[in-house]
């Protein structure tokens, strides 16, 4: 079922993206009809206590492979992405209108999204997990910079993208490094680990879901990911894309719940988030960007209460988890119907709107008190749940913790009072638009669901708590309603009416919008990135030949590193090093090492010829010593005609070489010597593995039995391979012919040549031999 | 395993390496072959130690060298004979079409080269905007 679902999925998603263009605003509704599917899935098998499972095999041998894993804390997930989904894309209907004609990339990109998302919630395998992570940053980074005409969103897209993207580059790292040493690429195989190459690799999956969840300092991509659509906003930048980190660190909590660093780093990053994405939700004046700075908030405190990992805090995460995406999507889509209706989301400008949109306003005040905390809402639930997980640590952890916790539920009461206030309170009353059924819908349904989650805590505790047990592995304890007269009651007192206090005055004092020197720092970071990435690109793809060799000599030069250290780690014996084989050898490969040598310090093509004649007839020479004496036959026709081929190409061309500058044959004499030390470096340290003992008594029978010969390579060549050799025949009537062709225009053209020689051509102007020789020698000597 | 056909093999490639690295297509042809005849001695050099010929009545089996690797390296020799052949007539023609034997830079790569190199000191950002309005219609 998971894979078929996947199918629909892409199968819509590939439909929407060819005909999207042509159906306009139907095919959001189109896209609607997977998440749908998924959703109902995930309803029908509430109450199951079977994990559904899917294995898809991919690269066997390796292991790799797309595993899925649907428990009852992925559900939860599930119901969240394809649920507010459905919303989203209805939502979508009635904020694109007909004449937009980017509807159909648009639908086709978010179901993409959607897609990429499921698969992440459910993949159990390390791979597919790092896969559809990428995925989303990817959709996401389309989906930002929607509107492709608009400088601002072009950054911001690039902006989030080089941040969730590096991030996801930490993640492969940290997984690869984990499931190296549990020896496990699934997730649910991976257990508690401790070690040095685990820490670091739980480290870098930290780093990775904060950059995913936009914790502090990584945060500044998603205020500015605000210039999106509002669906988009809604969906990815507040219910699910952002959630992937938290998810992360929900999954793989239990598995390093023993590392230090991991716990160290999950509440510093959480903690600060809570408190500085409160505060500069309070300091912003865009509806939209005070929502998004609030959404940093509360990823922290969602990564801080997993980041303890007890399992009455891990309830808390989950049942925030399932608030937030209530509370924030409704929000984040009021705050869209309120932009499309009155024209602005600036809340000094926008008042009396209490009035005019009386619905709205109603599901607002109930979304938004829900995210404040204030009962009969689901958020009230959650935020005691946070308190009282709070209360039952010790020590420093608590009153860290705690001032987190509190300091943020303030905070986000005084933000909520300020946003609902500035939009629907006093002031001049904003002119509005028509209005459309599609665009107040979802979030009337999604604010209610708050209000309905309160009052039915039962069956929502049915689907709370097991995922919480699962990820907590222990009991965690009810929900409860209303937690009596207790001190985590009173504590949340205190929060209201400190909120409303700060709220209140926040109102008052018009606090300026900061400059934002997150965002600054990002952007250095990024415009760095890529201009550095430039010049390597400058520096490599350079154009001439020559370099691209040297770069690639160099490279086989330092390939020879490891086994340098190998080598003199002094661990093999090279007792079957011998100088020479008879003495002779040594002649003959001395003759060879000087012809070679002559061959580069001859000036003039005839002696080129000769010299390379020598080379290959000691070649020859240095075979029949070896006792091949076929190999030696061979050698000798093949360095006749090539001899002959040079001398017949090159003779009549002028004497002499061209000349070479000389820091750029320095270079190149210093990159060959080392590219040749390398062979031979390489050479001797595989010679430590020993040879088997070929078997000559068999091969001689063999030979003569089967193969009807006494040349034992005659007959593995034209026996054994003979296919082989039948190819090789090919390949050299291919190349006669090739040859041959190549000549033949040669003759031509050069009639041709010679009746335009008044005309030289523009490639020839351009690339005029003598200034890229020097080009070459300057590049080379830098 | 022999020291003397080590220096061969090491030789050869250093040779054929930096006459790869150079700008003068013949001179890239002779690397080439230099480098062919490295591949085929570090093969026979890991197949085994000398020997007589492996020819039966020749000599007797264990005195002799080992056959399969030097029935693999003459599909080598040949192969690279091909080629060998193949390079020379393509530097030929290139000789014939330009008037030298030279080999010219790749004209894109080259521009790509510059354009990086220019647009690299300058704001990224201000490009990308410039680039984004000029493709408003």
Redesign the interface.
């Known amino acids: 079922m998971i894979a078929t679902l996947l199918l629909l999925h892409v199968v819509v998603c590939a439909t929407l993206a060819i005909a999207g263009r042509r159906w306009g605003r139907l095919s959001l509704l189109i896209a609607a009809v997977p998440p749908a599917a998924a959703t109902i899935w995930a309803v029908s098998r509430l109450g199951s206590d079977e994990p559904a499972h899917a294995h898809l095999a991919w690269v066997d041998t390796l292991d790799v492979a797309m595993t899925f894993h649907v428990d009852d804390f992925v559900e939860i997930m599930t119901l969240i992405v394809s649920g507010i989904g459905v919303g989203v894309f209805v939502y979508a209907y009635g904020y694109f209108n007909d004449k937009d004609t980017s509807v159909g990339r648009f639908a086709a990109t978010l179901l993409a999204f959607s897609t990429a998302m499921l698969g992440l919630v459910w993949s159990d395998s390390v791979w597919s997990l790092f896969v559809f992570w990428e995925l989303t940053s990817v959709t996401s980074f389309l989906l930002v910079g929607h509107k492709n005409t608009n400088p601002e969103a072009l950054l911001s897209a690039r902006r989030a993208l080089m941040v969730t993207g590096g991030g996801g580059l930490a993640l492969l790292a940290g997984l690869l490094l984990v499931s190296q040493s549990a020896g496990a690429t699934l997730l649910s195989e991976i257990g508690p680990a401790e070690g040095t190459s685990v820490t670091v690799g739980a480290v870098l999956v930290m780093v990775a879901a904060a950059t995913k969840s936009a914790q502090v300092p990584f945060h500044a991509w998603l205020p500015g990911a605000m210039v999106a659509p509002t669906p988009v906003s809604a969906y990815l930048h507040s219910a699910t894309m952002v959630k992937a980190g938290v998810v992360l660190v929900a999954v793989m909590g239990p598995a390093f719940s023993a590392i230090g660093a991991w716990k160290a780093l999950g509440l510093i990053f959480g903690i600060t988030s809570v408190i500085w994405g409160a505060v500069g939700a309070l300091r912003q004046r865009d509806a939209k960007l005070i929502l998004a700075w609030g959404t940093v908030s509360q990823l922290g405190l969602l990564i801080t209460l997993f980041s303890v990992g007890n399992p009455k805090a891990t309830l808390a995460a989950v049942t925030l988890l399932v608030s937030h995406a209530l509370f924030k999507g409704a929000l984040f889509l009021i705050v869209g119907e309120v932009d499309v209706r009155a024209g602005t989301r600036d809340i000094e400008q926008l008042g009396g709107l209490a009035r005019t949109m009386p619905g709205t306003f109603a599901a607002a005040m109930l979304a938004g008190l829900s995210m404040a905390g204030v009962p009969p809402l689901l958020g009230f639930v959650a935020k005691e749940t946070a308190i009282e997980a709070v209360l039952a640590l010790n020590g420093a952890e608590m009153w860290l913790v705690g001032a987190g916790v509190i300091g943020g539920s303030v905070l986000t009461v005084a933000y909520t009072m300020r946003l609902l206030i500035g939009m629907f309170g006093s002031g001049p009353t904003t002119p509005l638009a028509a209005q459309h059924g599609a665009l107040s819908a979802p979030s009337r349904i999604l604010a209610l669901a708050g209000v309905v989650g309160y009052f039915a805590l039962g069956p929502l505790e049915e689907l709370i708590a097991p995922a919480a047990e699962r990820l907590a592995a222990e009991s965690v304890g009810n929900l409860y309603r209303w937690p009596g007269l207790t001190l985590g009651l009173w504590i949340s007192v205190a929060v209201v009416v400190l909120g409303s206090i700060a709220g209140l005055v926040a109102c008052r004092l018009r606090l300026s919008v900061p400059a934002g020197w997150a965002a600054g720092v990002t952007d250095t970071a990024v415009d760095f990135t890529l201009v550095s990435g430039r010049w390597l690109c400058a520096r490599l793809q350079h154009g001439s030949l020559p370099v691209y060799l040297v770069t690639m000599a160099t490279t086989l030069a330092l390939a020879a590193i490891p086994f340098v250290i190998h080598i003199g780690s002094g661990s093999d014996s090279f007792d079957h090093l011998i100088w020479w084989h008879s003495p002779l050898q040594a002649v003959m490969a001395l003759a060879v090492v000087a012809s070679s040598l002559a061959l580069a310090a001859v000036a003039t093509r005839l002696g080129a010829g000769i010299a390379l004649g020598a080379a290959g007839l000691s070649v020859a020479a240095l075979f029949v010593i070896h006792g091949a004496a076929d190999l030696a036959l061979t050698q000798l026709l093949v360095e006749a005609a090539i001899v002959v081929g040079f001398v017949l190409a090159f003779g009549h061309l002028s004497r002499s070489f061209p000349p070479v500058g000389l820091r750029w044959r320095a270079v190149r004499m210093a990159v060959a010597g080392l590219g040749g030390a390398a062979v031979v470096i390489g050479l001797v340290a595989a010679s430590h593995e020993p040879v088997a003992v070929p078997p000559l008594d068999e091969m001689v029978t063999q030979a003569a039995e089967i193969g009807g010969g006494n040349n034992v390579v005659n007959v593995i060549l034209t026996d054994i391979r003979a296919l082989d050799t039948l190819g090789e025949v090919f390949v050299l009537a291919i190349v006669a012919l090739g040859v041959l062709a190549l000549a033949r225009t040669s003759r031509q053209d050069e009639k041709n040549q010679a009746e335009d020689t008044a005309q030289p051509t523009a490639l020839q102007s351009t690339t005029g031999s003598p200034a890229l020789e020097t080009a070459v020698t300057e590049s080379g000597s830098q | ?24 297509l ?2 890239i ?2 690397g080439y ?2 480098l062919g ?2 591949a ?3 093969l ?15 000599a007797a ?2 005195d ?5 690797p ?2 693999l ?3 080598a ?3 690279s ?6 390079l ?6 290139q ?20 354009h ?2 220019t ?2 000191t300058a ?3 201000a490009e ?2 410039a680039s ?2 000029a ?2 219609p």
Request: a negative charge; proline letters at 3%.
């Open positions: 395993m022999s020291a003397a056909l080590l220096l061969v093999v090491g030789g050869l490639t250093a040779v054929g390496l930096y006459f790869l690295t150079g700008r003068s013949s001179r042809v002779l072959s230099l005849h490295a085929v001695v570090s026979i050099l890991a197949g085994g130690g000398a020997g007589e010929a492996p020819i039966a009545g020749q089996p264990q002799m060298s080992n056959p399969l030097q029935a390296t003459l599909t020799i040949v192969i004979f091909g080629l060998t052949l193949f020379l007539a393509l530097a030929k023609r000789r014939v079409l330009s008037g030298d034997d030279l080999v010219e830079d790749d004209i894109e790569d080259r521009r790509i080269a510059d990086d190199a647009s690299a704001s990224s950002d990308i905007q984004a309005t493709d408003r």
